[in-house]
């Protein structure tokens, strides 16, 4: 029986997917085995948003901080990543994805960086879920980016430092196209932003799961978007029983 749709969904849902190491040693696997695993996770966790109608989806998935951990693994999740633009770009254009990749893209080999700006193009006028992964993403570096353009544009004489509003910043942020994620789920037990989307969770509603992320499939997207519906945000105002 299929899942049911939760009746209130949250514009934007940002995962950090984590866990794949832990999964494969519970099983006496390589971590790389963990890592394929979490690719068909990944898969389905899009499939289950586009069915549901979510309209933007961010995944992290590989940090700047990810290139200190052994060549052999880094290797293991580049080839991931290729694999994924190879095997499922077809089906993200059957269902009308729009792709985007977040990120610095000058660090990664350059038949990847070709592959996302071919993914982009050709899913550019797509009209369905926004679909966005962080790759070689670290949020202060993202902020640090953001500043310096900023500053640039002051030290010229395009900008003038008093009219610098939060609105401003952020539309020099990569997520510029996207609104703030509403709910930011995190797998594997562990209670940190791990330097993800630092400016734009400010409001977000933060979900820590002990679910290992090459477990995590369509139901456990459909309980965690039930549990943001039961939530109330406030946005730092009061909630209605205490202004009652």
Known sequence: MPEK????????????????GRWAKKRYLPREAGHYAGMSAVRETVR????????NLTLFAFS??????????VGALMGLFRAYFRSDMDELVERNVRMRIIGHRGRVASDIQQMIQDSESRTAKNTGMNLTFAF?????????AAVQELARAAKD???????????????????????EPDLVIRTSGEHRLS????????????????????????????????QFAARERRFGALDSEAVA
């Open 157 to 179: 004489g395009r900008l003038d430092p008093e009219t610098i509003t939060p609105e401003l910043f952020a539309s020099r942020l990569f997520t510029s196209a996207l609104p």
């Open 195 to 226: 330097n993800f989307l630092l400016w734009q969770s400010a409001y977000a509603e933060l979900l820590f799961l002990d679910t290992l992320w090459p477990d995590f499939d369509r139901a456990t997207l459909t309980a965690a978007l039930e």
């Open 5 to 20: 749709t939760p009746s209130h969904l949250p514009k934007h849902v940002a995962i950090i997917m984590d866990g794949n």
């Open 136 to 144: 070689d993403y670290g949020g202060k570096e993202e902020i640090v």
């Open 64 to 73: 700047s901080e990810n290139w200190k951990r052994p060549k052999t693994e």
């Open 48 to 55: 289950a948003g586009c069915d549901m109608g979510l309209e």
